[in-house]
Structures are given as structure tokens and as C-alpha cells.
């Protein structure tokens, strides 16, 4: 194979405003004030953190993630687990559960170099096989019992399904139950701080009997984990939990941006918008709009649609595959061919898995490139 091309990644320590588009950027600042304001808020809460790497899919940020405090990360898939540990990541919690023998297996072989990993389990059959797993493979494998929080996309139902599901987890061999996690994905874009809290405390509520049926049998209930960026201030309140699964909080996206807050129904401003793609203009010579370069392939077409960063009077759209439209209402300034500006993504979760790298940003400085290494692990 002919290559002509060795640049690939820019270099470090150049302004973003050089890099070429689109450019996935973060700014640190940003970040790592909201790692600050998240671990502050669950010491004063009393709780853990326990992040969702499936957000950033990036060694670097996991890192700097347990360094501020958290007790380990989480990952959606195995594969994720898997390029987690290879960069030095070793307390997982695997929130979905391995379906298929070969999902089995591989758990199992990471179960084998990383003492740290637990996964987690929904129905008896799929206990039944992880205990054969792990008995082949002369281990003892680390469970979690996924409770089903009424939306019925995984998880067990809570109450005496539940108990029963974690006594035959506590009794298979091979097999160790740490606990249970439930996770109501529906309640964290709910619009409204009390609304959401309302949803958040009456969903939550079987979970909470079902944590003291497991603790009255005796059973370990060490980790109780949940909870996500639009309740990390509300879950606390949920009696037994442990620790909160925060994905987004690290970036923030204009989904997140409008579901209100604790002080502010209209903004949800707890955390900076640290997550931003660079794009550069490519035609400017029709009144009204001007086309950029990040188009759904760089930003996905989820809604709401892109936020273009510190300006006014302007709508960003990306429905179409190479190109974003850029269109002037009562515009703060107007844009020419070659000029850049910076967008606040839709949903940051499939915006990241878009990307092979991100630009670690601070000022306009570039202070480090960052492999995405879990991009595209979606098995």
C-alpha cells in the first residue's frame, strides 16, 4: 500500500485555530472544572463516582477521571472494557450484559488479567452462563444484578425476581455478586429540576426495596450503582445507592443544555460545555448562510441540532453527510470562505465515537493529542 500522507495527527502545541476540519476539540479548563464540581458534589452527597467511559471513549480522560476521585469507570461493551485496560484502566463495571457465548468468553478472558472487572447479569440463563464460563476458564468472575427501572430495555424486575436472580448468582460457582445496578436513562434529559427529581426518586423507589430485600438475605450489596449527569444532585437521595454513573458531565452537549437545572429551569449550566467540533467554512458567497465542512459525519444528525460556540442570531444544522448550513437570523457576525468557528455537539456519546482522536485544548493552545481508543468498539 502507497502512503504519501504520514501527518495523520497535527502536531501538539499549535493553536486550534490551525488544525484542520473537522477537528474534535476539549477544553481542559472546562473539563477539568467539571470533574471538580462533580466530585465535590458527591463527597458533599456522600457518595461515589463511577463514570461512563462509553461518553468519551478515551484512556487519557478515564485517567484523569479516577486521579480526581471516582472509584473506577464503566463501560458499555466489552470491547470497551477491554481497550480500557490494555491502556491502564483496571476497575470496570460493565453496565450491559454479554448475551452471546463469545461475548462470555472475552469477559472472562479480561476477567483473568483485570481483577478489577465486574459485569453484570438480567436472567438466571445468562448467570447459569457465566458460571460455566468461569468455571472453564478457572476463575472467579466479579456480577452485578441489573435491575430494570420500568422502562423494560434491560434488566430484571425489581422486588423477588431480582432477589431471586442475586441468591442464584450467590450460589453458582464461580460466580461472586457485588451488588446491583439500575440505570433510568429516560429521567435524565426529563426538562425541569423538580419534575426530573419527581421521576428520578419514583422510579428509583423499587430499586431501593429491592437493595433492602438483598441486604435482609444476607446478600452483599457493596455496589448499588446508577444514576447519570442529569440527576448526579438528585441521586443521592435514592437510600442504598452507592455510587453514579455520569457519562456526559465531562463535555455537556445542547441536549443536556436544556433540560434546566437546580437554579435555572431554562439552562442547565452545572457543568462547562467542554466538547466542541472545529469546522471551516467552504462557501460564503449566498446571503443568509454560509456551508461548512462538519456535516452528519462529523456531528451526527441527532437533535437538537449544533450550537454555534459564543455567537448569536445564527442556526446550525448538519443533515447532510459532508456539509453543515450555517443560516443568519440576526447574526452576532457573518463568516468568509476559510474561516473557523467552533459548535457545541447535539449528543457528545456518537459525536466521540466519530472521531480517531481528540485535541486537548487550553487558551487557544493545543496541549495534547488524545487517542480515542475505544472509538468503534461496539461488540
Not at 464540581?37 to 478515564?62: E, M, W, Y
Not at 437570523?329 to 468557528?341: A, E, M, V
Amino acid at each position: 500500500m502507497r502512503s504519501f500522507d504520514s501527518t495523520g495527527v497535527m502536531e501538539q502545541n499549535i493553536s486550534k485555530w490551525e488544525l484542520d476540519t473537522p477537528a474534535l476539540c476539549v477544553d481542559l479548563d472546562a473539563l477539568e472544572s467539571n470533574l471538580a464540581t462533580l466530585q465535590q458534589t458527591v463527597i458533599r452527597n456522600g457518595i461515589a463516582s463511577r463514570p461512563h467511559a462509553k461518553t468519551h471513549k478515551t484512556p487519557a480522560i478515564a485517567r484523569m477521571q479516577l486521579e480526581s476521585g471516582s472509584v473506577g469507570i464503566c463501560t458499555a461493551k466489552v470491547g470497551e472494557a477491554v481497550a480500557m485496560y490494555e491502556h491502564g484502566i483496571e476497575q470496570i463495571l460493565m453496565t450491559t450484559i454479554n448475551a452471546t457465548p463469545f461475548k462470555i468468553e472475552r469477559a472472562m478472558n479480561l476477567r483473568r488479567w483485570c481483577p478489577g472487572f465486574v459485569q453484570a447479569t438480567d436472567t438466571p440463563g445468562n448467570a447459569r452462563a457465566l458460571s460455566e464460563a468461569a468455571q472453564a476458564a478457572g476463575l472467579v468472575a466479579d456480577v452485578v444484578v441489573d435491575i430494570d427501572t420500568g422502562g423494560h430495555r434491560t434488566g430484571i424486575t425489581a422486588g423477588q425476581p431480582a432477589l431471586a436472580l442475586a441468591q442464584l448468582v450467590d450460589q453458582l460457582p464461580g460466580l461472586r455478586l457485588r451488588g446491583m445496578l439500575c440505570y433510568d436513562g429516560g429521567a435524565q434529559h426529563v426538562r425541569g429540576f423538580e419534575t426530573r427529581r419527581a421521576r428520578t426518586l419514583e422510579t428509583l423507589a423499587p430499586a431501593t426495596e429491592t437493595f433492602d430485600l438483598l441486604q435482609r438475605s444476607g446478600l452483599n450489596t457493596e455496589i448499588f450503582s446508577g444514576g447519570g449527569t442529569g440527576t448526579y444532585n438528585i441521586d443521592h437521595e435514592t437510600r442504598g445507592l452507592t455510587d453514579i454513573q455520569v457519562g456526559s458531565y465531562v463535555f455537556m452537549d445542547a441536549q443536556y443544555l436544556a433540560i434546566g437545572g437546580a437554579t435555572d429551569d431554562d439552562v442547565y449550566s452545572d457543568f462547562e460545555t467542554s466538547l466542541t467540533v472545529l469546522t471551516t467554512v467552504l462557501n460564503a458567497q449566498y446571503e443568509g448562510r454560509v456551508t461548512t465542512d462538519a456535516g452528519a459525519k462529523a456531528c451526527t444528525i441527532n437533535q437538537p441540532w449544533p450550537i454555534v460556540k459564543g455567537e448569536t442570531g445564527m442556526t446550525y444544522s448538519s443533515g447532510s453527510d459532508e456539509f453543515g448550513t450555517l443560516r443568519y437570523d440576526d447574526p452576532s457576525r457573518t463568516y468568509q470562505l476559510g474561516d473557523k468557528l467552533e459548535v457545541i455537539v447535539s449528543h457528545c456519546d456518537p459525536v466521540v465515537n466519530l472521531y480517531d482522536q481528540m485535541y486537548a485544548v487550553r487558551g487557544d493552545r493545543v496541549e495534547a493529542v488524545w487517542k480515542i481508543a475505544a472509538r468503534g468498539m461496539s461488540t
